[in-house]
C-alpha cells in the first residue's frame, strides 16, 4: 500500500472542494471503497461533493438511503438518467479545485503504462495516439470538454481514478497517485529544505528511486543531518522533487539525489528543478557541475543540459566510491 502524507497534502487541500463522480455500475460495484474513500476526505476536513446516476426508483431506495446516512458531510447530486452523466457533471459546477472522474481504469499509453499528469495540450495529444484504449467510450468524447472546462478556469484539477480500495485518497494523499491527472496551472517554486513535513516527502520519493536501483539509500537521520544540503521542487506548495547539493572543491558541486516524484516525471519537473539548482549555486560561486548515474533517464536530461560523459579520469577519489557509474561534467 503507498504511503500517505495526510497533513502535508491535506494543507493544500484546505478549504477547497473535491467532487467526485461515479458512474451507477462502477458506484454498485466498489459502493464499500468509495464511500470510505469520500468519508476519509470529510475527516481531514475537506469539502466533497458525489455525483451518480443511480435511478431514482423504489428498487434504488435503500441503496440511495445508505448513501445519505454514511456521507451526511457530502453533497450528493444525483444526475438525471436522460442526462449524459459527463455533459451534467461538467456543467453543474464552476471554480472547483478538483473534479475526479472514478472509472473501470487510468489512461493509458500503448504498453499499458498508466499516465501520470498531463496538460490538456497533452491530453489531446494522448487521445489521438490512445484513444483506442479508452475503453469507455463516452468518456473518450468527454475529455476534450474536459480540457475546455480546465482552460476555462471552471475546473483546476481533473483526476481519472481506476474504481478500487483506497484509490481516491491513494491519489490525493501519495507521491506515487493512483491515476491521471489532467491541469495547466501547475505553478512550481525551488527553494532549500525548511520543514520536517518537507524531509518526510524527500524521504519517499528517493526510496522509489533507490528501489529502482538508481540511487543510494540516504536513511531519515542521513536527511535530517544533511538539511542544509538539499533542496525541493514544489508543485502547489507539495515536494515533487528533490536535489542534493555535495561541495567537491571551491569551484566543483555535484548533483546528487536528482529525484522526481512519480506523478510528475516527464513533466519537465526535472529540468526545471536542474536548471534552478545550477542558477542558486551559480550564484554562490560555483561554476563546474558533476554527477555520478547509470539511470538513463537522468543521462538523457544531462546530455541536453550540455554535460559530457568525463572519460579522462578526473574526480579519482569520488569515481572510487561508485565503481562502473558514469560521471557527467559541465562546466560554465
Request: glycine share 6%; net charge positive.
Amino acid at each position: 500500500m503507498a504511503r500517505l502524507y495526510i497533513k502535508e497534502y491535506s494543507r493544500a487541500l484546505a478549504g477547497r472542494r473535491v467532487c467526485v463522480a461515479c458512474r451507477q455500475g462502477i458506484l454498485w460495484d466498489h459502493f464499500d471503497a468509495i464511500v470510505a474513500d469520500i468519508k476519509f476526505l470529510c475527516r481531514q476536513n475537506i469539502s466533497t461533493s458525489l455525483y451518480h446516476n443511480i435511478p431514482n426508483r423504489f428498487a434504488n431506495q435503500k441503496t440511495l438511503d445508505k448513501l445519505g446516512r454514511r456521507l451526511p458531510e457530502t453533497r450528493i447530486v444525483r444526475v438525471p438518467a436522460d442526462t449524459d452523466f459527463y455533459t451534467y457533471v461538467l456543467d453543474h459546477e464552476a471554480h472547483v479545485h478538483k473534479l475526479i472522474f472514478v472509472e473501470r481504469k487510468y489512461l493509458a499509453d500503448t504498453r499499458g503504462h498508466r499516465i501520470n499528469a498531463l496538460t490538456t495540450r497533452d491530453a489531446r495529444r494522448t487521445l489521438t495516439a490512445y484513444g483506442d484504449l479508452i475503453a469507455n467510450t463516452n468518456f473518450k468524447g468527454a475529455l476534450e470538454r474536459i480540457c475546455r472546462k480546465i482552460e476555462q478556469g471552471d475546473y483546476e484539477r481533473v483526476h481519472i481514478l481506476p474504481a478500487g480500495r483506497h484509490t481516491i485518497r491513494n491519489e490525493l494523499f501519495s507521491i506515487e497517485g493512483t491515476g491521471t491527472l489532467i491541469a495547466n496551472n501547475f505553478t512550481e517554486s525551488f527553494t532549500q529544505v525548511a520543514s520536517a513535513g518537507e524531509i518526510s516527502l524527500i524521504e519517499g520519493i528517493l526510496r522509489l528511486y533507490r528501489n529502482e536501483g538508481f540511487l543510494k539509500p540516504r536513511t531519515r537521520d542521513y536527511l535530517r543531518a544533511h538539511h542544509a544540503n538539499f533542496y525541493v521542487t514544489l508543485i502547489d506548495g507539495i515536494v515533487v522533487g528533490c536535489i542534493e547539493k555535495k561541495v567537491m572543491d571551491r569551484e566543483t558541486v555535484e548533483i546528487g539525489a536528482l529525484a522526481i516524484s512519480t506523478r510528475f516525471r516527464n513533466q519537465r519537473v526535472g529540468l526545471f528543478t536542474l536548471r534552478s539548482f545550477m542558477a542558486e549555486m551559480t550564484r554562490n560561486g560555483y561554476r563546474r557541475f558533476i554527477s555520478l548515474t547509470n539511470n538513463p533517464k537522468l543521462r538523457d536530461l544531462y546530455l541536453r543540459m550540455g554535460f559530457e560523459k568525463e572519460e579522462k579520469g578526473l574526480f579519482p577519489d569520488r569515481r572510487r566510491q561508485s565503481p562502473g557509474v558514469a560521471l557527467y561534467l559541465k562546466t560554465l
